[in-house]
């Protein structure tokens, strides 16, 4: 993750107002024949949201060109909460969500991921941004203690069992959690609309997410 990142979550009653996805990079040649051989430019997909639908008021107004002003536009990465898709499992998150690895007796350290799908090509999400506080683990399906058992990084969704904890071997280690995606500003410049002087209005305010 890049250091030009603020730990700072964007405001979330005007980012439940945005628009936006996940972005896939497919490369599709079509051969002689019209068959077509397709591969994938990215291993994992990158969201993308236009925030200015969620602005519906002069206060949220100035409130985003504060928040776009300190993060010196595309500058500063920062959190965003996706209301479609910031948890885990259900609304509520469980430690048997998502499986994190298995123990052998020696291993401490376990990346959050969060799978989409089953049956045919299952991919696993790095998450790398949790929110404080939400993280449950379980290993073996025994829910262990955070900062007893387990610590977690909340700037790098990196599971940490402290010395003597570590799972045993052939244990599944799992997890539930809440998160957010980091991300930064795609635009230097926004445009602000003032002609209306009651109801001004920023049509375009770009957000992409950041690898890591």
């Given at each position: 993750m890049p250091a030009a990142f603020h730990e700072v979550l964007f405001p979330l009653d005007i980012a439940l107002g945005a628009r936006g996805g996940p972005?896939?990079?497919?490369?599709?040649?079509?051969?002689?024949?019209?068959?077509?051989?397709?591969?994938?430019?990215?291993?994992?997909?990158?969201?993308?949201?236009?925030?200015?639908?969620?602005?519906?008021?002069?206060?949220?107004?100035?409130?985003?060109?504060?928040?776009?002003?300190e993060r010196r536009g595309r500058?500063?990465?920062?959190?965003?909460?996706?209301?479609?898709?910031?948890?885990s499992g259900g609304a509520t998150p469980a430690p048997d969500d998502q499986w994190l690895g298995t123990g052998d007796g020696m291993a401490a350290s376990f990346q959050l991921v969060k799978?989409?799908?089953?049956?045919?090509?299952?991919?696993?999400?790095?998450?790398?941004?949790?929110?404080?506080?939400?993280?449950?683990?379980?290993?073996?399906?025994?829910?262990?203690?955070?900062?007893?058992?387990?610590?977690?990084?909340?700037?790098?969704?990196?599971?940490?069992?402290?010395?003597?904890?570590?799972?045993?071997?052939?244990?599944?280690?799992?997890?539930?959690f809440l998160f957010d995606v980091p991300v930064r500003f795609d635009s230097d410049f926004l445009e602000v609309d003032l002609t209306s002087f009651a109801a001004g209005e920023i049509q375009s305010i770009p957000i992409v997410e950041i690898g890591f």
């Open positions: 972005e896939r990079r497919t490369e599709i040649v079509t051969t002689g024949s019209g068959r077509e051989q397709r591969n994938a430019r990215w291993a994992h997909a990158r969201r993308r949201w236009n925030a200015g639908y969620g602005v519906k008021s002069v206060a949220a107004l100035s409130q985003v060109v504060s928040f776009f002003e500058l500063y990465g920062f959190r965003w909460r996706d209301r479609l898709d910031h948890c799978r989409y799908g089953a049956d045919h090509a299952p991919y696993a999400r790095p998450i790398a941004k949790p929110v404080a506080g939400s993280v449950r683990v379980a290993v073996g399906g025994q829910e262990k203690v955070a900062g007893v058992d387990y610590d977690c990084d909340v700037t790098t969704g990196l599971v940490v069992f402290r010395a003597g904890h570590e799972p045993a071997a052939a244990a599944a280690v799992t997890a539930g």
